[in-house]
Nanobody, 122 residues
Framework: QVQLVESGGGLVQAGGSLRLSCAAS????????WGWFRQGPGKERDFVAT????????GYADSVKGRFTVSRDNAKNTAYLQMNVLKPEDTAVYYC???????????????WGQGTQVTVSS
């Protein structure tokens, strides 16, 4: 049974930071792309960040460039999303995902975490 378990969400004031983790079990994800997506109330699930299998190439949505950093530790089968200078508009449920040759589209990812709530107060 493949499972992705997210942690690290919570309530933070604007300008603060959070670090999300996504730990996978049941399969080694060293050959997969990791992605992060978020979904606010009444909105579509939007792309946030992605990192390739070797960790030497990353991509970010324009709204988070310069503030968020995606990373991975293949030895731990885990992906991370460091979120700095958080804004109220970052409030959403954040999802990690893994896919084979995936990019910035949600339908390219085969495995998903359960989601973790991030709330940023003004």
């Amino acid at each position: 049974q493949v499972q992705l378990v997210e942690s690290g969400g919570g309530l933070v004031q604007a300008g603060g930071s959070l670090r999300l983790s996504c730990a996978a079990s049941g399969r080694t994800f060293g050959g997969y792309t990791w992605g992060w997506f978020r979904q606010g109330p009444g909105k579509e699930r939007d792309f946030v960040a992605t990192i390739n299998r070797s960790g030497d190439r990353t991509g970010y949505a324009d709204s988070v460039k310069g503030r968020f950093t995606v990373s991975r530790d293949n030895a731990k089968n885990t992906a991370y999303l460091q979120m700095n200078v958080l804004k109220p508009e970052d409030t959403a449920v954040y999802y990690c995902a893994a896919g084979w040759l995936a990019g910035d589209r949600a339908d390219q990812y085969a495995y998903w975490g359960q989601g973790t709530q991030v709330t940023v107060s003004s």
